[in-house]
């Protein structure tokens, strides 16, 4: 999905739309995992669908994920 729609859809909508394509995501990784994968090139395109929701949920400053450790670490070592 474009980013530009999905800029423009809700932020729940969002979540939701967040929860189901990581929920595919494992379900396609499940099959992969045991050789039953019908279509492998969809795990990409999800995974860049899932990247982009937790990046407009963290343009809006609603995203539920927190610091990296790399960042964490950063901001320590200052």
């Avoid at 494992?26 to 039953?36: H, V, Y």
């Amino acid at each position: 999905m474009k980013a530009k729609v999905l800029r423009e859809t809700a932020s729940d909508e969002l979540r939701e739309m967040l929860q189901d394509s990581e929920e595919e995501l494992f379900n396609l990784r499940f099959q992969g995992a045991t050789e039953e994968i019908k279509n492998p090139a969809g795990i990409p395109k999800i995974r860049r669908n899932v990247a982009r929701i937790k990046t407009i949920l963290a343009e809006r400053g609603e995203s539920e994920v927190g610091p990296t450790k790399r960042t964490a670490s950063k901001e320590g070592a200052s």
